[in-house]
């Protein structure tokens, strides 16, 4: 055990420094897509397309809405993530020797999203289990903050100027799933159990992201651009998926989600000491489609132990931006895994591990581990669940202290982002 524990923490903090990256600015013009919706989802680290987790059918596999419990099932609850970025600079030695990296931003924010997952098993006979399954849940993330201090190399380093760059905006999703159990039987004195679904998300919401440079000396300029985004059309995106239950103790999985378009009217207002200038555009970024094939497999002990397994391929290389017709990103690849124990009391205990690669660049990996656990209280079901990753990758000075003055650097940064993603909601069948 200690030797695989000490695997998955190198697999943490690998990261190849082969080129730069521009995470940050990924992340801004981007988003990053919500991967763990639910406490039970994070503590499994997303791993559960040939899961049984009902709540899991609006945003991994569709069919799992026939796993609904009951005519109404609910879910509720609250993500929380923080971001840690600590970006530092190298410095040498007289003779031209590099010394170290000594950190000169340490930016730490808190973001928070709420959600909400509904499921029905419809109470009728002979509609081979007809479930359906809708909600509110945020789907891709623009958050980001950034915050740097300018100071100069004259004596006692007077501040002369603060460097912001801000995104603010999630876009929300509105799912819509339906699933049902068209075949039970046996294949070879085997139990065979095989369910579908089909679903689509409607995406919803705005973005402003803000660019400026707040003065302290007068004989700096101070600017400061703006930049809304609403979304243009109404973008739907369809998703597919089956599970095949072989047996009482294994099981398999697939779901596919389809690309999609998002539409943007952009209003682009640039400020200074002279003048205000308005932009207004528009803007089309082009998602990829996404394949996921999962396993389980129940153990038979008195604990119920289960090991769920996923791959993940999105085809990031068909990434569109109708503003940056050079941009390039790299199909990716996630492999994850999650184990959850139900102990005598009907306590859960879950962990899991995400390992993948960047679309920014293959060569760049992250890695995620996260544990879980939960209670009953009154027939409501509450679960919780903590995960952690980090990432360490190269970047150029984001502003230039030319403007300020100084010397421009020409060498990259060193940045290492640290994430804590957490998860607490409440599950009850009515």
Do not use: C
């Amino acid at each position: 055990m200690k030797y695989l524990v000490l695997i998955i923490l190198l697999l943490i903090s690998i990261n190849s420094f082969a080129q730069q990256l521009e995470m940050n600015i990924s992340r801004v013009n981007y988003g990053m897509d919500n991967e763990y919706l639910t406490a039970r989802s994070l503590g499994l680290a997303g791993a559960g397309v040939a899961g049984d987790d009902a709540y899991a059918s609006v945003l991994i596999n569709p069919a799992l809405a026939v796993y609904s419990e009951s005519w109404l099932n609910l879910n509720t609850g609250i993500s929380i993530y923080k971001l840690e970025e600590d970006r530092s600079y190298p410095y040498y030695d007289n003779f031209g020797g590099f010394v170290d990296y000594g950190s000169y931003v340490f930016n730490k924010y808190w973001y928070s999203q709420f959600y909400g997952v509904i499921t029905s098993r419809l109470p009728f006979d002979n509609l081979m289990g007809l479930s359906v399954s809708t909600g509110f849940i945020p789907f891709k993330s623009f958050d980001y903050d950034y915050l740097e201090e300018v100071r100069t190399k004259a004596y006692e380093d007077p501040l002369v100027a603060y460097n912001h760059l801000t995104s603010e905006g999630v876009l929300n999703a509105i799912p819509f799933n339906i699933a049902f159990t068209p075949y039970q039987g046996k294949l070879f004195d085997t139990k065979i159990n095989l369910a579908v679904g089909a679903g689509v998300n409607v995406l919803s919401g705005s973005i402003e992201q803000l660019n400026k440079v707040t003065v302290k000396d007068s004989t700096i300029y101070a600017y400061e651009i703006t930049d809304l985004q609403d979304i243009d059309n109404m973008p739907v995106i369809p998703s597919f998926g089956l599970k095949l239950n072989v047996g009482d103790r294994f099981s398999v999985g697939t779901a596919l989600r389809l690309a999609y378009d998002i539409d943007f009217k952009n209003k682009v207002i640039m400020s200074d000491a002279h003048s205000d200038t308005i932009i207004h555009s528009k803007q089309t970024l082009s998602y990829p489609m996404r394949l996921s094939f999962g396993t389980e497999y129940r153990f038979q002990n008195i604990l119920e132990a289960r090991i769920f397994t996923d791959f993940i391929y999105t085809f990031w290389e068909d990434f569109e931006d109708s503003e940056n017709e050079d941009l390039s990103f790299d199909n990716t690849y996630n492999i994850r895994a999650g184990i959850e124990h139900i102990f005598f009391n009907k306590m859960p205990f879950r962990v899991g591990f995400d390992y993948g690669t960047l679309r920014e660049s293959k060569d760049y990996s992250q890695a995620l581990l996260s544990a879980g656990t939960g209670f009953i209280l009154n027939n409501i079901q509450v679960d919780m669940a903590v995960g952690i990753s980090s990432l360490t990758y190269k970047q150029m000075d984001m502003f230039d202290n030319a403007k300020y003055g100084m010397e421009s650097s020409s060498d990259a940064d060193q940045v290492q982002w640290n994430h804590l993603y957490a998860r607490i909601d409440v599950n009850y069948a009515f």
